[in-house]
């Protein structure tokens, strides 16, 4: 007469389907050497914290390293040693920055790159200090770190972002290395003259 008279429900535990999702989506974006995202990831994130900054008006830094001699290195120690370094930077950068909060990624080859929401150029500037002390301390021969960093201005396009971040980290190789440049924003009045 139109009323049910049972019903029956079928019942699957998927958290174990759950955990493989998540396990493969994780090895999508991570790098296999170091254990930090990869590059693809690194564009997903610079796009997304660079519009809750703006959206938020939060501050939002980003860290350029670039491995100084790092060629030398591996022609004369060896790939194996190599990619010793390149797995040190990324505990370098895990143990000198926020524990989801910050975000390390290996860029490509021995350029890696960090992106500090909620941080300021001050606050940054500390974090990059310490990730080329904390390296130095582990006295890898000739290899040194040399980074670049950029404080968010919100009239600046991600390639900008990018451009200049890297542009600076340049400045610190061409110093010397082993060293942090600051991309400095002109002044209104070197702007106006």
Known sequence: ???????????????????LENELKEMTIRDSLTGMYNVRYFYE????EMDRAKRQGHALSMLLIDVDNFKSFNDTQ?????DR??????????ESTREHVDMGFR??????????PETDEKQALVVANRIVDTFAARKFDIVTLSLGLMHYDRKCTAKEFMHFTDSVMYEAKRAGGNQVVVHE???????SG
């Open 107 to 116: 860029y490509g080859g021995d350029e890696f790159t960090v992106l500090l």
């Open 1 to 19: 007469h139109g009323n049910a008279q049972f019903m029956v429900a079928i019942c699957k535990d998927i958290t174990e389907q759950k955990r």
């Open 78 to 82: 060896g790939h194996l040693e190599g």
């Open 185 to 191: 924003y002109p002044t209104a009045e070197e702007m």
């Open 85 to 94: 370094v390149l797995s040190e930077v990324g505990r370098v950068v895990e």
């Open 45 to 48: 994130r610079l796009g997304m």
